[in-house]
């Protein structure tokens, strides 16, 4: 769910924070740079928010102006191209990969390096659905009139209901749908508040279902289940129709795996060096990651309140991304 800030509010709250950790003044006398505000991407996803708000409670720390700026996860590269956006909210391999590379080979936008997490998403149902379709993990059991019917809902029903993500994620579900010849129906939902509340209701009834999770994140550690299966990712899947089991149509395949990558407008750097510097040392863990959006997404801990916790628990990690 989106969740915005008041920049004023964000920058009090955490300089109040660590003013009372007896943090000490870390900027430099030429630090900040320009005080034009630096626009980051919020979009609607709890943990690449707090990770945004990590970020910008850090360089406000060193005196910057921060705009937290919503886009869409993939329309923000456009933004970042044009210098509409400074600092890009994380891609993933998994669903960014075409629209990252696309971005960073125009020039126009950096790759700032991986944040240090791998990443996973893709369909995954709770084990128990294994009784309805006996063949899973493999892609295939999908395939089957019966499975697709228990995985049915009253809008899609006699085909079965992949519940994907809302529909600025991207991922290609319907056209792999489409290619594999699966009797489904993606239905996107409106965000990943909704995915995973739908998800925790039918497990919690035990109703079967598939769709949409990643790695690192709650659910999928929380509950018991398996990701589905597909014919390996290779580039060419996406790109040439010939290769995998659909001669005629590319997406024959899983999503790809790999990272979070961070982007930022190229323009940036010489206007802002040392907050530019600060980004390309930020790093976080798998653990955490999935810790801190647990503390938001269930213990209902705001986002902002979450990447504030973290700030004030980690100044061994951070001390030096400043410095």
Not at 88 to 114: C, E, I, Q, R
Not at 244 to 269: I, L, Q, T, Y
Request: proline share 7%; aromatic share 12%.
């Amino acid at each position: 769910m989106l969740r915005t800030i008041s920049n004023a509010i964000a920058g009090l709250a955490v300089a109040g924070l660590l003013a009372v950790a007896g943090q000490p003044q870390a900027a430099k006398a030429d630090v900040p740079e320009s005080k034009d505000p630096i626009k980051l991407v919020i979009m609607g996803y709890s943990g690449d928010n707090i990770i945004m708000y990590i970020y910008g409670g850090l360089i406000e720390e060193l005196g910057y102006s921060v705009e937290y700026t919503p886009a869409d996860y993939l329309g923000q590269f456009a933004g970042l191209k044009a210098g509409d956006l400074h600092i890009g909210s994380p891609g993933w391999d998994t669903t960014a990969k075409a629209a990252m590379a696309d971005a960073w080979d125009s020039g126009d936008v950096l790759n700032m390096g991986n944040m240090g997490i791998a990443v996973n998403e893709d369909w995954w149902y709770p084990l128990y659905v294994k009784e309805v379709c006996p063949g899973l993990p493999d892609w295939k059991a999908l395939q089957e009139p019966d499975c697709a019917e228990a995985l049915s809902v009253a809008e899609t029903s006699p085909k079965g209901r992949f519940l994907s993500g809302p529909i600025e994620w991207g991922g290609h579900d319907a056209e792999r749908v489409e290619s594999l010849d699966l009797p489904f129906e993606v239905i996107h939902a409106g965000s990943d508040g909704a995915l995973t509340a739908e998800f925790v209701a039918s497990i919690k009834r035990k109703q079967p279902i598939v769709g949409w999770t990643w790695e690192p994140f709650w659910l999928p550690a929380l509950y018991e289940g398996e990701f589905v299966e597909w014919p390996e990712y290779d580039d060419a899947c996406y790109e040439d129709p010939s290769w995998g089991p659909n001669a005629n149509m590319a997406f024959d395949c899983g999503r790809p795996r790999g990272h979070m990558w961070k982007s930022a407008w190229a323009g940036g750097e010489s206007i802002w060096p040392k907050a530019y510097d600060v980004w390309r040392k930020f790093e976080l863990n798998a653990k955490e990651m999935g810790d801190m959006v647990y503390k938001s997404d269930v213990d209902g801990v705001p986002t902002q309140e979450v990447a504030k916790q973290w700030i004030a628990d980690n100044e061994s990690r951070w001390k030096t991304w400043v410095e």
